[in-house]
Nanobody, 128 residues
Framework: QVQLVESGGGLVQAGGSLRLSCTAS????????MAWFRQSPGKEREFVAV????????YYADSVKGRFIIFRDNDKNTIDLQMDTLKPEDTAVYYC?????????????????????WGQGTQVTVSS
């Protein structure tokens, strides 16, 4: 079955960097959107970044645009998230997800309900 495994979370000071990695197995992902979401205590899971299928166009939440970059390697079935200039409000559990296939709207790519497969999550804590 499909499995997504995240790694790379941890504790970092504000202004620092972290790189999260997600490895997918058990399926074919080259035509699947791969994304990162995050969830803070008491809040709903929210979209962070996505790499669509094919050319792998990337889209970002406004809150992380210019600070986070998503990298996709279809040969290795990996999706990484480089996070720079981290802020305390970035503190959350970060989840890797695989979901919509084919050509879909950007709104669909950003929708948590359109993703079928999820990793277990990795904690990112940014201290002030």
């Amino acid at each position: 079955q499909v499995q997504l495994v995240e790694s790379g979370g941890g504790l970092v000071q504000a202004g620092g960097s972290l790189r999260l990695s997600c490895t997918a197995s058990g399926g074919t992902f080259s035509t699947t959107a791969m994304a990162w979401f995050r969830q803070s205590p008491g809040k709903e899971r929210e979209f962070v970044a996505v790499s669509s299928w094919g050319r792998g166009n990337a889209y970002y939440a406004d809150s992380v645009k210019g600070r986070f970059i998503i990298f996709r390697d279809n040969d290795k079935n990996t999706i990484d998230l480089q996070m720079d200039t981290l802020k305390p409000e970035d503190t959350a559990v970060y989840y890797c997800a695989a979901g919509p296939t084919g050509a879909v709207t950007v709104a669909t790519l950003m929708s948590v309900n359109r993703y079928q497969y999820w990793g277990q999550g990795t904690q990112v804590t940014v201290s002030s």
